[in-house]
């Protein structure tokens, strides 16, 4: 987990010391800082051994920065934190046996990074978005199982930091230098195999 927070600061920092370059490049590009909420769709905690309890829904609140490379198109580090949210988690024995439910809180840090494509620089547009990163998945309190019992989310368990990817897209608007935001994409997280969950964010931003 350290070691990918240290990579993710690092490639914030990147972006910092080329930034004068890029602005001289183009005296119309701009910075742009938002904070935003987000609703996040944990599918993962949905399974034959849930009884078909649905996915677990979970909100937070986030931060973002966006560097103007041209008018059409950013470079965007962005993080957020999706508050503790608990959950039924089903337990099987060795023999695939529903053995036991327990509640399980889990929170999520997020972290990514990549290129948005925009309509222009004006006071309205539209914009499509790919960017990569890791999810820290937090359980802060495990169900007390024997280690011959396997959990539902023993994937996110043990291996709690996981790579994702994040398409997406949304619209925005400025009036003057202050603007709001809205985005919906799927953040597809890696663990034995691709999870895909449903992400919206709304917020606002300002421009200079």
Do not use: C
Request: net charge positive; no cysteine.
């Amino acid at each position: 987990m350290k070691r990918f927070f240290f990579r993710f600061l690092m490639m914030g920092g990147l972006l910092f010391a080329i930034l004068p370059t890029v602005r001289a490049q183009d005296r119309e590009n701009h910075v742009e800082i938002g904070i935003f909420g987000d609703y996040f769709r944990l599918g993962e905690t949905r399974g034959p051994s849930l009884s078909g309890t649905g996915a677990t829904s979970f909100g937070g609140v986030g931060a973002r920065l966006s560097i103007n490379v041209s008018r059409r198109w950013q470079i965007e580090p962005e993080m957020n934190y999706d508050f503790a949210e608990s959950f039924s988690e089903g337990f099987t024995g060795p023999s695939g046996t529903v053995v036991g439910f327990s509640t399980s809180r889990l929170r999520i840090l997020h972290g990514m990074i990549g290129p948005k494509f925009q309509t222009g620089g004006g006071a309205f547009r539209a914009f499509v978005t790919v960017k990569g990163g890791g999810d820290d998945f937090m359980f802060s309190s495990a169900p007390v199982t024997f280690s011959t019992f396997a959990s539902s989310v023993s994937g996110l368990r043990t291996n709690n930091v996981v790579g994702v990817v994040y398409p997406g897209g949304g619209i925005e608007a400025y009036l003057g230098p202050i603007g709001l935001r809205i985005d919906v994409g799927d953040e597809i997280y890696f663990q034995s195999g691709a999870h895909n969950n449903l992400r919206v964010t709304f917020g606002p931003s300002i421009r200079f």
